[in-house]
């Protein structure tokens, strides 16, 4: 950042008093240094593994969850539209809701984020195993629905925000919770190739065939409903349930090795603390940290700019493009290429610094784009455009969690007593991204609907494509350019990370030091 960031830029270490510097001297002298904290690779994998079903289960409900409410639990539309709606407003409210739970908590022999990810888990596959069955009653088939989906919206969060924050609590070293965030990352773009292809191979005969002129559709849809047999109708329903059952049993599979293969620890200077802070005053507390509203701002426009890509890129390629039979294929090279370029960005944001990384890693989308709005349609063309996509993706997955706990290191030097608003920072990101969420969906409904949209049709008008080109092209390169330009406002550069490094390892061996008095103690938290 520029030299004229004044104190908010300074060194916390030189705000210390020489007399409780030089005791920490002398102890370090009169002590063996102690060795870094260092996460083996099987304690990063198995933290990463957690990530998985998240990941899993939202992009199977994200890309067949509508198919399925229309198709084959046969709910008419303004039902269907009703229970996606009320759906993703209910998940982005729970966020805050168990954020402000978890920061009640108190800690146990598991820790205090371990428990939520355990008893959530069995009741969270159940619900996510009945949103995909069909009951035999028509009369609150809507209700059993809307029900279930939010119960796994409820439960998934309770595993999830948990989750997120347990970045924290995994090491004290900002270079180990680093790495491990990139191990995350991978495996969760892992989860959704994962989600997409076992729904997708397993229920793919659920497709419905488009309808040649839209104007007939009332008969079209009546001739269809006559020659789709009842045996066909149940295996399309078993499909649907078999494909669920293998998503549960992996999220099963990796909540177990989570739990068994991460310890949560917690910091010494937190367990001096008698009483946790309020919620309330915590979230007034992290609201009003000025590098935590200039991140979550920054990324809210570039996570808007992905999620507008991702949610109208399926009608794009089918309409626009015209490659309606490439578009698992196309999905598939933007996943993997995100989950092959992870560890690439992990090595660049630790050489050149998290900022830069921000910059290059996600402008990269940027020429891609551009392309895609002035070129014809060409297969090969689109493909090295879904590569270069992917690049792009990894360092949206990457960036974010990677930063949070730097916000939340310097939030803990400027607050040394406000312990227990982990949850709270986590919590109120994935919020503002799921608002992101309902704020894409609504805009490309809105617009679509506006430009004339035929549903089920083969073919659609002219506007409409042109509608699906600028949602998938200009509109998130001027999102991406506003939230680069808010990048430039968040002040935690490489030296600030650096400062605050060090003036946390002066809090923490002050804390966990018993040759200090605790007028000296007194004195470090409240300068700091």
């Given amino acids: 950042m520029a030299k004229g960031e004044g104190a908010e830029s300074g060194s916390a270490t030189g705000l210390l008093p020489p007399s409780i510097l030089q005791a920490g001297e002398r102890q370090a002298q009169e002590k063996e240094p102690k060795k870094k904290q260092q996460l083996s690779i099987c304690n990063k994998l198995c933290y990463a593994v957690g990530g998985a079903p998240y990941q899993m289960t939202g992009c199977a409900l994200g890309f067949f969850l509508q198919i ?17 709606f009320v759906g993703r407003a209910w998940d982005a409210f729970t966020d805050p809701l168990v954020g402000f739970c978890i920061s009640k908590s108190s800690w146990t022999r ?25 009951p035999d009653f028509s009369q609150g088939q809507v209700l059993w629905h809307l029900l279930f989906y939010c119960l796994f919206e409820t439960l998934v969060t309770c595993f999830h925000v948990p989750y997120s924050a347990l970045t924290m609590f995994i090491s004290t070293e900002q270079s180990e919770r680093d790495s491990a965030t990139a191990y995350r990352m991978t495996v969760e773009v892992l989860g959704t190739v994962l989600g997409t292809a076992i729904q997708g191979q397993i229920v793919g005969q659920a497709d419905t065939p488009c309808l040649e002129d839209p104007k007939d559709s009332a008969v079209a849809t009546e001739d269809a409903n006559l020659t789709h047999s009842a045996t066909s109708l149940r295996e399309t329903k078993n499909a649907y349930l078999l494909a669920a059952g293998a998503i549960v049993s992996i999220y099963v599979i990796c909540a177990i090795i989570l739990v068994l293969g991460v310890r949560e620890q917690r910091e010494p200077y937190e367990a001096q603390q008698a009483e946790p802070m309020p919620f309330f005053r915590g979230l007034r507390l992290v609201m009003s940290h000025g590098p935590y509203i200039k991140l979550i701002a920054g990324f809210l426009f570039t996570s808007l700019a992905f999620m507008l890509v991702e949610g109208n890129f399926a009608l794009f390629c089918t309409y626009t493009l015209g490659f309606r039979n490439e578009f698992q294929n196309l999905l598939l090279a933007i996943m993997l290429s995100a989950t092959f370029t992870i560890p690439f960005w992990q090595w660049f944001l630790t050489r050149f610094g998290k900022k830069t990384a921000v910059y290059i890693g996600i402008s990269s989308a940027v020429p891609f784009l551009i392309l895609v709005a002035l070129i014809e349609s060409n297969l090969i063309v689109t493909y090295v455009v879904a590569v270069a996509a992917g690049i792009s993706v990894a360092a949206a997955f990457l960036l974010p969690w990677s930063m949070l706990p730097d916000v939340i290191d310097d939030f803990h030097l400027k607050q040394p007593h406000s312990h227990g608003t982990e949850p709270i920072f986590f919590s109120f990101y994935v919020f503002f991204t799921k608002f992101a969420s309902g704020v894409s969906l609504g805009v490309s409904t809105l617009s679509l609907d506006f430009a004339g949209y035929q549903t089920r049709g083969c073919s659609q008008p002219a506007p409409v494509k042109f509608t699906l080109k600028m949602l998938v092209t200009m509109a998130p390169i001027v999102l991406i350019l506003l939230g680069l330009l808010l990048f430039e406002l968040y002040p935690i550069d490489e030296e600030k990370r650096r400062q605050n490094k060090k003036a946390l390892q002066a809090l923490r061996e002050e804390a966990s030091s018993s040759g200090c008095s605790d007028t000296d103690s007194t004195e470090l938290a409240s300068i700091l």
Avoid: E, N
């Fill in 68 to 84: 399925y409410l229309l198709d084959v639990a046969q709910v008419d539309p303004f039902s269907a539209s009703i229970i996606l």
């Fill in 110 to 134: 598991l820790g205090r984020l371990m428990p939520w990810i355990i008893f959530s888990t069995p009741l969270a596959i159940i619900a996510y195993f009945l949103i995909w069955f069909v």
